[in-house]
């Protein structure tokens, strides 16, 4: 699987948007962009994932770029709730059931009041 | 988004016991389940992929021997630490293959006196 590169931290005022960035330069055609959050002493949680088109769920928004070399997690309206680790992952879509989500170090996100 | 529970939350043990730890998706069939573990200010490290049914995978550096783990129904996989010891101590966390999204369980902190 693709690695992935991430800024260990970030910085985002209660009510504005948060963008994440991540950077996935070696990432191959059928290799999917995921993002997971850990919230502290808690199990990851699935926030969003993609392929080549941008996505929105309830909780976010994800950006691709055209080359599929980066990728932006924008969380519209970020909470206090939402201070968490985030992990920007690259791996094999569906196809085979032991595709493994290998984590990085992700950012920490600190949403300030 | 699914359910994947973890008992027990936190464990103490004394040097040289065993400790098991369960894990079952309680919404899904989880065809396909991960082990990992995390160290305090770490990234999450897989551990060992389990298919239902049949021996688990280990990644490379895991003992398999020591971390003993069966995935009997498709709901419920366990590990068990064989003769813990203090560095042992820990954050294991299970998680469940359903579809496209991997949802993972809360986290079980082993602490090995």
């Known amino acids: 699987d693709a690695k992935t590169t991430q800024p260990t931290s970030m910085d985002c005022a209660e009510g504005r948007a948060a963008n994440l960035p991540c950077n996935h330069s070696t990432i191959s055609g059928n290799e999917y962009v995921y993002w997971y959050r850990q919230i502290h002493s808690q199990g990851p949680q699935y926030i969003i994932h993609g392929l080549k088109n941008n996505e929105t769920n309830e909780m976010a928004s994800l950006i691709i770029t055209e080359d599929r070399k980066s990728s932006t997690l924008i969380l519209p309206h970020a909470t206090l709730r939402d201070t968490a680790v985030y992990y920007c992952?690259?791996?094999?879509?569906?196809?085979?059931?032991?595709?493994?989500?290998?984590f990085g170090t992700g950012t920490l996100l600190a949403v300030q009041p | 988004g699914a359910v994947v529970s973890q008992h027990p939350s936190r464990v103490i043990c004394k040097s040289g016991t065993s400790v098991k730890i369960e894990c079952r998706s309680l919404?899904?069939?989880?065809?396909?389940m991960f082990w990992y573990r995390q160290f305090p200010k770490q990234s999450l490290m897989l551990m060992a992929t389990?298919?239902?049914?049949?021996?688990?995978?280990?990644e490379q550096g895991v003992e398999k021997d020591k971390f003993l783990i069966n995935h009997a129904s498709l709901t419920l996989s366990t590990l068990t630490v064989t003769s813990a010891h203090p560095e042992d101590s820990s954050f294991y966390i299970c998680?469940?293959?359903?579809?496209?999204?991997?949802?993972f369980g809360p986290g079980t902190r082993l602490t090995v006196t």
């Open positions: 992952i690259v791996r094999v879509g569906d196809g085979g059931a032991t595709n493994k989500l290998i």
């Open positions: 998680s469940g293959r359903a579809t496209y999204e991997q949802y």
């Open positions: 919404d899904f069939q989880a065809t396909t």
């Open positions: 389990s298919n239902e049914g049949s021996k688990a995978t280990y």
